[in-house]
């Protein structure tokens, strides 16, 4: 096996010895005149079910360049089962959002929309550009599942009921969110993060008669939305995800390869 | 008491009953122009030593605002003592770190130049005034302490005995963040987390044979220098600072929902 190549993408091809891949005209552009990669070069690719391939640069024509994979590096390895939903917010932390949710190892990416959140609409196709990039980066073997936007309600509609929602709460009353995580271990989990506004006091009427709620507390500090994002994830990860000891072995139940390409809503 | 201002400001001067307070330039055009207040209008203010205050603003002038200190809202409170020491990245990720770590506790955020450290220098007062503005929106009672910038093995040459170094290693052999963290709870602490090239072999080294550093891992995916600092912090705090049910006692009040909508100065 060659040395580990600098530059990880993602596709969408099936991976296999021998299989063929091209790349479109952003990628190849990349690779060709921002990275300088020649024939020959060597790339690591993932597409969230086959494990991470070596794959060689054949060549490059105008707006495309193929590639043929050779050898497996690493096997496919499911990440923990970690939702995060969240209200989205203005352009610039919204990127920083989906960037690092997906570092932090989030499994799907879900923008909600609530009373109080601010804009209206979310540009999905830079949302995922910013969370694929992030995988890419961060040695991730899957990308986020990343489902369209919807209605707070109605992503609370059709709620799975094992798994549970820790609703990242603005009032003292909630429990501590190292209690709380702990207390769920080995469940699927979900945060939900609400718009810099806060929530509604209706929403939160409603969220608080739903049995697979959790209100959790991130400290004294008034924590902003994107902060809060962080921080629960990297919580959760480091007392029951895979930052824990037992890593892979004790994790929460794995999501199979195939769901980790989730559906969207 | 009146209400909960929706503006709070980091104040230099002493606070006690019937201080007057002289506000720059550019903050009494912010409150005149931005926030529209006006003469009577009431807003928070707190200097790090004598808690936070109400003040009563008693008139504009060209480039100045004057403001009159009346009752005292909250009782000084120190937060957790814990301080953060990384390497210098570009700008606009500074910044956020400078505004999360501020929002996450940090009682000092240091710059420290390492080997592959990025940029040779950096914009203190920038930093400071992320830092300030993070500071007066999420409800701190002080801002964090920010020494200028030294080289790393300065910043190791005086280090407090006491004081634990938790080292973000980006090796897998280090101990998982939640599982070190715990050990040494009750003790003052810092993270260190280094630039985006990683630390020289060199650096570890020496870093190693230092009886206060404690590497700790942040999982299987490689972070980002900005999103090592938040996980680091944030678990910090959930474990063993004021996130924690003990913490509970010197919390200070929470914002209701509609109070979080406060603009940052």
């Not at 020959?40 to 043929?68: P, Q, R």
């Not at 969370?131 to 073997?141: D, P």
């Not at 549970?164 to 939900?192: H, I, T």
């Amino acid at each position: 096996m060659q040395d580990t190549p600098k530059t990880r993408l993602h596709v969408d091809s099936p991976l296999a010895e021998g299989q063929a891949i091209g790349l479109d005209h952003e990628r190849a552009h990349y690779l060709r005149h921002v990275l300088r990669l020649e024939r020959g070069d060597a790339v690591a690719v993932f597409n969230g079910t086959d494990g991470e391939w070596l794959a060689v640069i054949d060549g490059f024509g105008k707006g495309w360049c193929s590639l043929t994979v050779q050898a497996r590096r690493r096997a496919q390895q499911d990440g923990p089962d970690l939702w995060l939903l969240f209200a989205p917010i203005k352009r610039g932390r919204i990127d920083t959002v989906a960037e690092k949710a997906s570092e932090l190892g989030a499994s799907r990416i879900w923008p909600v929309f609530t009373r109080h959140t601010d804009p209206h609409r979310v540009n999905m196709d830079r949302l995922r550009a910013n969370a694929v990039e992030a995988a890419e980066q961060c040695e991730r073997l899957s990308v986020p599942d990343m489902p369209e936007p919807v209605q707070l309600h109605k992503a609370l509609a059709d709620w799975p009921a094992e798994r549970v929602l820790f609703l990242c709460a603005e009032s003292g009353s909630a429990r501590p969110v190292a209690e709380a995580v702990r207390d769920f271990a080995g469940r699927p989990a979900a945060f939900l993060v609400g718009p810099e506004g806060g929530f509604a006091k209706s929403e939160l009427d409603d969220l608080s008669k739903l049995p697979f709620v959790v209100p959790v507390g991130l400290g004294p500090r008034v924590l902003r939305a994107d902060t809060a994002v962080f921080a629960a994830l990297a919580c959760w990860q480091a007392l029951v995800g895979d930052w824990t000891a037992s890593g892979g072995d004790a994790r929460p139940p794995f999501r199979a390869a195939e769901d980790a390409r989730g559906q969207p809503i």
